[in-house]
């Protein structure tokens, strides 16, 4: 059964201190990696995907990915009350290019607090 | 751009009744959609995915079923709706590098 694992939180930081969100993932073939943001009540929305080991810096986010580890990472730096939220780890699957299936984790909740 | 476009956004319905939710996706042809459920608290599981028109795969058994009838359209179908079939359904297309974009989603109660 191919996973994605994530700590479902609350993840809570105060206004303007750096968030830190983790996600390992147990197939090792795995290619994409993304990252959604789901506000409670709406859609996700993709924030951030990677692809290659190391850092994907996008404004205040940066995604960090470890192959040998089977571990991605995203942070948010100065945190806002705005990115209080749940935010999905995704893979995509080594096998799934043509039919693009996404295995999602449970989700991080974080809360920033002013 | 690609817009998708899912509706109705909220629906109440009775144990036993029929179910149909519809997703158009404009700006693109010839889409992979996917329908996705989220029981409350939890992730998001894939139910359904589509490469053309009259593909359908299914990945987990259930009381629901999906149809292609047109490039663009994604719909999701129930004969009869359980307890079990409550939650927030999402449609989404693929992207280029695999990425779902996924529309605003139907929040599906039953009762």
């Known amino acids: 059964q191919k996973e994605v694992e994530q700590n479902s939180g609350p993840l809570s930081v105060p206004e303007g201190a750096i968030a830190s969100l983790n996600c390992t993932y147990s197939?090792?073939?795995?290619?994409?990696f993304f990252w959604y943001r789901q506000y409670s009540g709406k859609s996700p929305e993709l924030i951030m995907s990677i692809y290659s080991n190391g850092d994907k810096e996008d404004g205040r986010f940066t995604a960090q990915l470890n192959k040998a580890s089977q571990y991605v990472s995203l942070l948010i730096r100065d945190s806002q009350p705005s990115d209080s939220a749940t935010y999905l780890c995704?893979?995509?699957?080594?096998?799934?290019?043509?039919?693009?299936?996404?295995?999602f984790g449970q989700g991080t909740t974080l809360q920033v607090k002013p | 751009s690609q817009t998708i476009h899912q509706w109705p956004a909220t629906l109440v319905q009775p144990v036993g009744s029929p179910l149909s939710l519809e997703c158009t996706v404009e700006g693109t042809s010839n889409p992979n959609l996917y329908w996705y459920r989220q029981a409350a608290g939890r992730g998001l599981q894939l139910l359904f995915y589509?490469?053309?028109?009259?593909?359908i795969s299914s990945e987990v058994p259930q009381n629901l079923s999906a149809s292609r009838p047109q490039d663009r359209q994604f719909i999701l179908s129930s004969k009869k709706l359980l307890l079990s079939d409550s939650g927030f359904y999402l449609c989404?297309?693929?992207?280029?590098?695999?990425?779902?974009?996924f529309g605003q989603g139907t929040r599906l109660t039953v009762v």
């Open positions: 989404a297309w693929r992207g280029v590098r695999g990425e779902a974009f």
């Open positions: 197939d090792r073939g795995s290619q994409s």
């Open positions: 995704a893979a995509l699957a080594k096998g799934s290019s043509n039919t693009g299936k996404l295995i």
């Open positions: 589509s490469v053309g028109i009259g593909q």
